[in-house]
């Protein structure tokens, strides 16, 4: 027996809510979404990368030990089913410690991003994957953070990553994947930057204090929030000399083209055989993009800035890493990545190299519905509605339902006779955008009263003529 609404009311006077930090999305929303997710997935595939999909949930072992301390504390644990207690420690469940309990009553949890179950089907499909192996990703993701505005506990991924290449080419390319989906979403200006990880460490090691690098990494990180000089008191406090911070300074508040930025941090780091490794993939991959778009200056085709400052999670990447920020909305990244060595070297498939970048699809929507860039087609659901008045209309409406959805417009029929005042809202709640009247007029001329909801002018029309009518609007 279907479940019913009355069925519900009658289980419990509890008011239904949503579990915190969780969205419901509505049929509007849905269809501005997969505008987004399908044209960044056609770019995707425009590049030779194609789509998997991973389970919700992972064997708790998968993921516990791949985000550090505070990301495993984030991690949705899955209760075992049946009576979970019955193989608990009694020790353990007496002294009400979770952490060392939680081994013993949950063996599976909510996947926490999309990199790590794919570093898990890479090592389990090595047999069947051709290298290098270029595969998407677009499905949710699980965290138990605290919820706040822009911050979810389920939020979707979008991901795109080439494991078993290390040829730059493929650095470059997600540059160009960048610029044309996010163009191709309406957005015109925003700004694509790059930096290496091996140019940071380079930074860390003439200043002599190579084992402070993620506390140098994560101060110049906050220059744009914090300024030079709450950067340098930050660093201060992390054991860093003021003749330090005076040999760091001009390297992170370097201006002017990428070629004089290179030229100068080619002198600063000329004592780093790493730092200048970082500087000779930068600039290979700068002269990839040039190729790619016929030798044209990058500043004058590409919205790409050579950032020293940017850092993103030292402790993951090892080379080129990226973000992508918008300039016409406030808001933060909308995508970023990178490369990374050994991938899948956490599950025994050691020296795989790879390289990936996100999409951060929930403020890119933001930033379209802020900017009023979703196209008008995105709104659209339904496109006719017929009317039904009796019976007789209802069988005479039937097979011109059929015919106008075989012609790939969408149509419905009101599914019961009702009042034309009643079908009216209908229409309007539902913003379809025309109603075609059928009542014994039109029944006996064979022509159908079209009306233009936004207008209300109404025209007598043949099947074929409201045909010809839509196909002239869409062209």
Known sequence: MPFSFCTFAAMSNIKPALAKGTRDFSPQEMVKRNYIYDTIKAVFKKFGYAEIQTPSME??????????????????????????????????????????????????????????????????????????????????VWRADRPQKGRYREFYQCDVDVVGSDSLLNEAEFILIYQEALSNLGLSDFTIKINNRKILTGIAEIIGKPELIIDMTVAIDKLDKIGFEGVTKELLEKGFTEADINTLQPVILLEGSTTDKLSRLKEVLASSETGLKGIAEIETVFGYVRQFIGGTEIGEALQLELDITL???????????????????????????????????????KGLTGVGVSFGADRIYDVLQELNLFPESTAAGTRVLISNFDAQAESYALPIVQQLRQANVATEIYPSSAKLKKQMAYADDKNIPYVVLIGSDEMESHTLTLKDMKSGIQQKLTIAGILDFLTAEDS
């Open 59 to 140: 064997n708790l072992s998968t993921l516990t030990g791949k985000y550090g301390e505070e990301g495993d504390k984030l991690i949705f644990k899955i209760l075992n089913s049946g009576d979970y207690l019955s193989k608990a420690n009694p020790e353990l469940l007496a002294n009400k410690n979770s952490n060392a309990l939680t081994s013993s009553i949950s063996e599976k949890a909510l996947r926490y991003d999309l990199t790590v179950p794919f570093a898990r089907y890479v090592v389990m499909h090595q047999n069947e994957i051709t290298l290098p192996f270029k595969r998407f990703q677009v499905q949710p």
């Open 311 to 349: 850092a993103r999670g030292l402790n993951y990447y090892t080379g080129c890493i990226f973000e992508v920020k918008t300039n016409e909305v406030a808001m933060g990244s909308i995508g970023g990545g990178g490369r990374y060595d050994d991938l899948t070297g956490m599950f025994g498939l």
